[in-house]
């Protein structure tokens, strides 16, 4: 028996009916819903994570792969959560040949991380770390754009950019937000909301403003709110006035 089926039938037994059937409706799996079509056995996270304890170390990456391409949401986030801790394991060690195997791996398994748990339990780690050391990569760049990219290739994008925060780079964030104005997505605005708020948390509170007083008018509200989410309340209040007053003045 394979390693990834062992860990799929390991899934399987705890499989539970009405907690599945709650995972549909909140993750949007009906028609039309970003998350149409999806299959869901029912796990909550601690328990994706027990097994993933239990055999990330043993897996191999090309089963790690196998499990990223089932059509079990549940089975899916397991094998992208054995990768990350794949991945970190190798950037303890150094192993820089396989930190890029497994980042070219998990790009290339993109259409599969089609939700946004799946997206920001792993591309944080695995492309956010990856960009940190290789500042050369300008793909997450490509990916943020709209043309020829899919809502969940840009929301990669843009929470991968949480680590390059971290690691004193700032402006990636605001350019990768600066890309989501315009976006029809709520999922992208909130990604793009999260980061700026990240920004603030880090310190970078006056490039934070500089790009608020920049494109307040344009941004989308819940964008807005995350981004301001940290703030005191009259800050708040005053970059939610801005964006009001241009809106009333645009439909006068």
């Known amino acids: 028996m394979s390693e990834a089926i062992y860990i799929e039938e390991a899934l399987i037994e705890m499989a539970d009916e009405r907690q599945a059937q709650q995972l549909l409706r909140f993750f949007k799996t009906s028609p039309g819903e970003y998350g149409e079509g999806d299959k869901f056995i029912g796990l909550k996270n601690p328990q994706v994570r027990l097994v993933v304890k239990e055999t990330w170390k043993s897996t191999p990456l090309s089963e790690a792969t196998r499990l990223v391409r089932s059509p079990l949401h549940e089975v899916r986030l397991c094998g992208l959560l054995i990768m990350v801790e794949q991945y970190l394991r190798a950037m303890k060690k150094g192993d820089e040949a396989l930190m890029s195997e497994i980042f070219e791996t998990y790009l290339s398994l993109h259409p599969h991380i089609n939700n946004w748990d799946l997206v920001d339990l792993s591309a944080i780690k695995i492309v956010g770390n990856h960009e940190v050391r290789h500042p050369e990569l300008r793909l997450m760049d490509e990916w943020i754009k709209p043309e020829g990219h899919t809502l969940w290739q840009q929301r990669i994008a843009m929470v991968s950019s949480w680590m390059l ?10 350019r990768r937000a600066a890309m989501l104005l315009t976006s029809p997505h709520d999922l992208l605005h909130k990604a793009a909301g999260w980061m700026l708020r990240e920004t603030w948390k880090k310190g970078y509170v006056m490039q934070l403003r500089d790009f608020l007083e920049s494109n307040v008018e344009a941004m989308p509200s819940i964008m ?22 241009n809106i009333l003045n645009i439909n006068v």
């Open 165 to 174: 925060i971290r690691n004193k780079r700032p402006d990636v964030c605001f």
């Open 224 to 245: 807005l709110s995350y981004a301001c989410e940290k703030m005191s309340i009259t800050e708040r209040h005053e970059w939610q006035a801005k964006r009001k007053k």
